[in-house]
């Protein structure tokens, strides 16, 4: 990834409907979360919020301007329960594996490479545990309004068969904006063999 992202500074954030969003995400409280890509954390002071004081939020970004704005913040707010930190989300992240509850990747994936994706992914089913949940919101892929160009937008299969290969199921998919959509994934659980 570059040194400053693609979209740095700009967020999906105020072109979502906010209570169906947050709503689908259903962050539990007292669990670990992972904003990745955050920029200036929009998102993940929205999850601090209802995560409560035992749970964390892990905000992620390379962009470190928007991770000190973050940082900024969350002193002036006295947020105690997110950690920003400064990372490439497409190389080995600084998470413990299988650590993380729930995962939010909020209109990052079409500014990432083809093999950026795939390591994207592959960290995440890395830290994410078994039975945990994968959110991802994009732009729909339509040639108006706000957002990255046509040929960059993601259709929701090709999003699938990015996730599918890590053992992430589809839950949910919605609409929540005129221009944006969001898919759920759920980590699958390690399945015993059966010994015949």
């Known amino acids: 990834m570059r040194d400053k992202p693609v979209a740095a500074g700009k967020s999906s954030f ?18 670990s979360f992972l904003d990745l890509a955050c920029g ?10 209802k995560i ?10 390379l962009w470190e301007e928007g991770i ?17 930190i400064v990372a490439d989300i497409s190389k080995k992240l600084p998470l413990e594996e299988s650590s993380i509850d729930s995962c ?9 490479s083809k093999s950026e994706q795939t390591s994207t992914i592959q960290e995440v089913a890395s830290v994410v545990k078994p039975g945990g949940m994968i959110t991802i919101i994009e732009f729909k892929k339509i040639d108006k309004g706000p957002g990255p ?10 999003i699938e068969a990015l996730v599918a290969p ?6 949910m ?17 390690l399945r015993r063999r059966t010994i015949e």
Do not use: C, W
Request: aromatic share 8%; proline share 3%; hydrophobic share 40%.
């Open 68 to 84: 000190g704005a973050l940082t900024q913040e969350i002193k002036a707010k006295n947020i105690k329960n997110i950690t920003p």
């Open 166 to 171: 890590y053992g992430f199921i589809k839950v």
């Open 40 to 49: 200036v954390g929009k998102y993940s002071i929205e999850i601090a919020n």
């Open 149 to 158: 160009p046509i040929d960059i937008r993601m259709e929701e299969e090709q």
């Open 173 to 189: 998919g919605s609409e929540i904006g005129a221009f944006t959509y969001l898919l759920k994934y759920k980590k699958e659980t």
């Open 14 to 31: 105020d072109l979502i409907d906010r209570e169906k969003t947050f709503a689908i995400i259903d962050v539990k409280p007292g669990s």
């Open 104 to 112: 939010l990747m909020a209109t990052i994936l079409h500014d990432l």
């Open 52 to 61: 409560g004081e035992k749970g964390t939020v892990h905000a992620v970004d």
